[in-house]
């Protein structure tokens, strides 16, 4: 197994004052480093786990473009990944899509470039029971288009957590 680990992402933007209050609100992310061109932002102990520039070349980004289509970050637990749901929610800041993919369950954002953000949780205890279904027959009537699994409104997650399901009962959202 590999010693490397994600350090950051960088990204460009077509207007850096509007991602930094994305990312700032989605992440809690916060500036370290800001100049005119550049800021570098983090949300926990590393010293950044994103760095954004507006160099005055940034050209829009075809949805269907090659090269990387989304980041995905994970949530603890479904019930982190509603409590995270709710907190966008209260910024502001909607999902362009939900989806239970049988071993996950995710919510996409786009930030103000049109970058797609993915928080995700796992809808079993343990990395194993994710890595078996993903080898399963399971996996492939999931894998279908146009979701990859069963898209779900996350409202209903919402009203789940707070009425304090399990994470069992969240990992079936969609599917019933
Ligand atoms: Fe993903």
Redesign the pocket.
Known sequence: MSKLSIAHFGLRSRNLPDAIDWYGKAFGAKVLYRDEVAAFMSFDEEHHRFVIWDDGETQPKSEVASGVD?I?FACDSLSHLADEYMRLMGLGIQPSLCVNHGFTC?IYYHDPDGNEV?L?ADNFPTKEECTAFMRSEAMKSVMQPPFYGASFDPSDLAKMRQNNASEADMAALGIN
Do not use: A, D, P, V
């Open positions: 989304h995905g995710s993915e995700t």
